[in-house]
């Protein structure tokens, strides 16, 4: 589960287990809910996408990061749109104004 420690006026993110164990340290500026195994988080200004060990899927330096499917991922540069598997090849170009995701390998895209 996503919690939170609030510092003064900083607050991070990180992620507890049932039993409340924290397993991944209060290290984000956001984080999302764990969705099959794997987590979007926001360090700065920045996104990226964890394990369930805290291990970077995706280096936080996507403007924004949709979630797809836990291999594709929906990525945001600038005004424009694509979308890259886990290891960062570009399976749909990153030049279209909006994409978004169906099924199985079914996107729609425009722009």
């Given at each position: ?8 006026p ?55 990061i ?32 909006g ?8 996107y729609?895209?425009?722009?």
């Amino acid at each position: 589960m996503v919690d939170y420690l609030r510092n003064g006026p900083d607050v991070k993110f990180g992620y507890r287990n049932r039993k409340r164990d924290l397993i991944i340290d209060f290290k984000f500026d956001w984080a999302e809910p764990f969705k099959e195994n794997i987590a979007q988080v926001k360090i700065k200004d920045l996104w990226g996408v964890i394990d369930n060990n805290g291990n970077f899927i995706l280096p936080a330096k996507f403007q924004k990061i949709d979630y797809a499917t836990a291999q594709r991922f929906i990525i945001h540069k600038g005004e424009k749109q694509g979308v890259i598997d886990r290891d960062q090849k570009e399976i749909i170009p990153i030049a279209y104004n909006g994409l978004q995701w169906l099924h199985g390998d079914l996107y729609t895209f425009w722009g």
